[in-house]
């Protein structure tokens, strides 16, 4: 029942962080949504005021284009074929302009070439060299075509030789012949940007109430295309695409620059003068980053709860183990000790036999309590610090603890060899040494078969002495050979042996000796089994640590 109830449990603590991890998954979306939503809102109010720059600058340029420039043009040239007749006498010459005529003055670069057609006579006249056939074709045709007289000029715009051409015309009817005649220029396109940047650089195209006046051209992009695609005109830093708008100049000033387009767009860098806080900064990195951290911190938690959990199943069954372990021996002390009490021995040699059985299972007992209280104090810093030791010839200790383990084996037929070199010598604690040899010996006989005959060896080399003991069991794989030292780790063969031992041997030998400044390790032997050995610095070149 409390198994069941422990699983539920942390079925429902790992529900409870799945759900917190989902929690807060929702709600990075729903503050990145909500951020999107602003930005969204704060782009729109940039693009607007973008907009509204444009509409200025389609205005202005308009303006410029048509009343300073346009209509002194053709108004001079009309004044002067109304008095001379001859064109070549009626072009305005920039050095017969006088002070007053400043504004014709900067706008004669728009004129490429002057045409007229007087009355009487359908031909076309031109200023200098006529231009190619096909302008002298395209001309003719729009001056046929009827036209409204109220406006001071007309403007033509059309393609000719898949080039953009734009002509200004002045009709009118002469009053002694009672025919129609006209007057006008070809514009000079590529003039148009030089002449229309002035328009942009005498104030911001935005209000100065917007960004508090500090919002200047400096911040704004503008670019002009006339009606045959061509860029005629670029101003300020380079082109923004986050914040570009495209407004068509339409008919505005009779259409002056009709078909034309400007693309107009601001720097994001100005978006905090012109939007109160500003373009929000994406929140995907923070986001980003918290989302990590918190499946990190879940991940790490059920992890931690399945490694309590599975740490938790190995105490339960040390626990089972180790009252497996204490279960056998005590039933023989107390059968034979029964035995002694009720005088059931029926010879001397008998009753020696119950107190040599009672004896083997009480150094039983009493090294498995050993390894327990071992186990138990290796977290105790009081604990850590408890081993005294000396340098000593290690073969004696060897020798007195094979013979105290001798009895525990002598039911089995095991045969415990001693191949020791009576010269070597570590620094040792006595009673941890015992207990390290006592542990390997009885991990040699629990899982070596019957009869067999242990090894127990004593090697000296340069800087370390060396204990071994091998057995002629079946060896350990070379991939376990390391895990083998885990506390409560067994084999996956001996899962369900019943002479599996409580799993604290190995780890409490590989305590002790790592205590002592020492390795330990375990190799193949060559009968087939396993040789576990331990490594001890000799006294000569290191202290051991403590």
């Known amino acids: ?140 045709a729009q001056l046929k075509r009827p036209r409204d007289d109220t406006g001071p000029y007309s403007v033509l715009h059309g393609s000719v030789a898949d080039e953009p051409v734009t ?15 006209a007057a006008g220029f070809e514009v000079n396109l590529e003039a148009l940007g030089a002449y229309l940047t002035p328009a942009i650089e005498e104030r911001s195209l935005l209000p100065p109430s917007l960004g508090k006046g500090e919002v200047t051209n400096d911040a704004i992009s503008v670019s002009l295309i006339d009606h045959g695609g061509v860029e005629r005109l670029r101003s300020g830093p380079r082109d923004f695409p986050e914040f570009s708008v495209e407004a068509s100049f339409g008919d505005a000033y009779g259409g002056v620059l009709e078909g034309s387009r400007v693309r107009l767009s601001v720097d994001p860098a100005a978006a905090p003068r012109l939007v109160i806080g500003g373009l929000p900064p994406s929140p995907l990195p923070m986001l980003g980053g918290l989302l990590l951290l918190t499946a990190a911190v879940v991940a790490a938690a059920i992890r931690e709860i399945r490694r309590e959990r599975r740490l938790q199943r190995l105490r339960t069954d040390f626990v089972a183990n180790v009252s497996h372990e204490l279960r056998t021996p005590l039933a023989q002390i107390r059968m034979f000790a029964e035995t002694l009490l009720l005088g059931r021995v029926r010879s001397e040699e008998e009753a020696k036999r119950s107190l040599r059985i009672i004896d083997r299972e009480v150094r039983r007992l009493s090294h498995l309590v050993e390894n327990v209280l071992q186990f138990s104090r290796r977290e105790d ?14 073969a004696p200790r060897v020798e007195e603890t094979i013979e105290m383990f001798q009895p525990l084996v002598a039911d089995t037929g095991t045969r415990i060899v001693a191949r020791l070199e009576p010269e070597a010598e570590a620094a040792f604690d006595p009673d941890a040494l015992r207990q390290v040899l006592l542990n390997l010996l009885d991990n040699a006989a629990k899982y070596g078969p019957r009869r067999q005959e242990i090894l127990v060896g004593i090697e000296s080399s340069p800087g370390a002495t060396r204990l071994f003991v091998e057995d002629q069991g079946p060896g350990i794989p070379e991939a376990e050979r390391e895990r083998v030292f885990d506390r409560f780790y067994r084999l996956p063969r001996e899962g369900a042996s019943p002479t599996a031992g409580t799993g604290i041997g190995l780890s409490v030998v590989r305590d002790l000796v790592t205590r002592h400044g020492g390795r330990t390790y375990v190799e193949a032997a060559s009968t087939g089994g396993s040789r576990f050995v331990v490594e001890l610095p000799a006294p000569r070149f290191e202290e051991p640590r403590g």
């Open 1 to 140: 029942m409390s198994s069941r109830g422990d699983g539920s449990r942390t079925a429902l603590i790992v529900a409870l962080l799945l759900v917190s991890l989902g929690a807060t998954i929702l709600l990075a979306w729903q503050a990145q949504y909500a951020v999107s939503l602003h930005r969204a809102a704060a782009e729109s109010v940039v693009r607007d005021y973008a907009a509204l720059a444009a509409d200025e600058f389609i205005r202005r340029s308009a303006a410029k284009v048509g009343y300073e420039g346009y209509y002194p043009l053709i108004g001079a040239l009309t004044r002067g074929l109304e008095a001379t007749g001859d064109l070549g006498k009626s072009i305005p010459k920039p050095e017969e302009l006088g002070p007053e005529d400043e504004r014709l003055r900067a706008a004669l670069p728009l004129v490429k070439r002057y045409f007229t057609s007087l009355p009487g006579s359908e031909a076309l006249s031109f200023e200098g060299a006529a231009p190619p056939i096909e302008m002298r074709s395209w001309l003719s």
């Open 381 to 394: 810093a009081v604990a850590l610090n408890s081993l005294s030791w000396e340098p000593a010839p290690l």
């Open 167 to 181: 002509a200004v015309v002045r009709e009118w009817t002469d009053p002694s012949r009672e025919k129609r005649a």
